[in-house]
């Protein structure tokens, strides 16, 4: 994850490929810590969801792997 940065694996389709419907976004940072998990999940994956709107054709994620979700 870095702000204002989206990108997208290498052996996936770009992010901005309108032929497929399917937006996913993984949101996790290399090494989990669950006493931040919190703060990881509220405002900054906010704003990295809006920076890989941009990046993908203005279309929203259809889902979100966050690390901790049930914290």
Same mark, same amino acid.
């Given at each position: ?10 052996? &996936? !389709?770009? +992010?901005?490929? *309108?032929? @497929? ?20 999940? &509220? !405002?900054? +994956?906010?704003? *990295?969801? @809006? ?21």
């Amino acid at each position: 994850m870095k702000d204002g940065s989206c990108s997208s694996r290498s052996e &996936s !389709s770009s +992010l901005d490929t *309108m032929s @497929r419907s399917l937006v996913f976004q993984n949101y996790f940072e290399t090494s989990p810590n669950s006493t931040q998990a919190c703060a990881d999940n &509220s !405002s900054p +994956l906010i704003e *990295m969801m @809006r920076t890989c709107h941009e990046a993908a054709g203005k279309r929203w994620p259809n889902f979100i792997a966050v690390d901790f979700y049930q914290v």
